[in-house]
């Protein structure tokens, strides 16, 4: 069972636009957000982190929206650059329990010049 | 932010031989590990989660005899593949948790090809 739900699985944004990925959770238990970013060939490197006590994250061009009545948060990319083309996962993990992290199942972003 | 060093970043071997792989954390100590794999295209799929000084935890289908996991340090931990197969030609990720924290880092991943 997915215990996390990211989507779109691809996306494609022209330069300069917002590309917004969503994911979705079911345990509300969770209480750290994580989002990765994995370049080809790379591990996953933390892009931005959210707990549930904030609705909104941001760190430079990078903010997360987090929605915890709907059970649901989301990446947004402004601005977004050739450069940050590469693969998104949404995690989401609770303490106690070793912070075993469950991750969403990845999404592509490509953005054109 | 913290540093995991995953060695190899890759490696060829033949079927049927072991592949030690080594996930170190260099600047802080990990009470906590977790090995991954990941095909292409795919998410991270939990292998494993090995706590300094006890036996790994493996997820359901795992199997403990060919995925043998050792954190027998509180920077070091390593996974072998044993008996290595073509199938288990795979992108094998670790990730490293001081105790206390909620962060984990995440090493350069290994690729594995079995031939």
């Known amino acids: 069972q997915q215990q996390v739900k990211q989507s779109p699985q691809s996306l494609i944004v022209q330069k300069g636009g917002i590309s917004i990925i969503n994911c979705a959770y079911e345990n509300t238990a969770f209480d750290y957000f994580p989002w990765y970013q994995q370049f080809p060939g790379k591990g996953p490197a933390l892009l931005i982190a959210?707990?549930?006590?904030?609705s909104e994250k941001k760190e430079g061009r990078f903010t997360i929206s987090f929605n915890k009545s709907a059970k649901q948060f989301s990446l947004h990319i402004m601005d977004s650059q050739p450069g940050d083309s590469a693969t998104y996962f949404c995690a989401a993990s609770k303490r106690g329990t070793g912070n075993q992290f469950y991750f969403g199942t990845g999404t592509s972003l490509t953005v054109i010049p | 932010g913290a540093v995991v060093s995953q060695h190899p970043s890759r490696v060829i071997c033949k079927s049927g031989t072991s592949v030690k792989i080594e996930c170190r954390s260099l600047d802080f100590q990990a009470t906590t590990m977790f090995w991954y794999r990941q095909f292409p295209k795919q998410s991270l799929m939990l292998m494993a989660t090995?706590?300094?000084?006890?036996?790994?935890?493996?997820e359901q289908g795992v199997e403990k005899d060919k995925f043998l996991i050792n954190h027998a340090s509180l920077t070091l931990s390593t996974l072998t593949v044993t008996s290595a197969h073509p199938e288990d030609s795979s992108f094998y990720i670790c990730?490293?948790?001081?105790?206390?924290?909620?962060?984990?880092?995440f090493g350069q991943g290994t690729r594995l090809t079995v031939v």
């Open positions: 959210i707990r549930p006590d904030v």
């Open positions: 990730s490293a948790l001081s105790r206390g924290n909620t962060e984990a880092f």
């Open positions: 090995s706590n300094e000084g006890s036996k790994a935890t493996y």
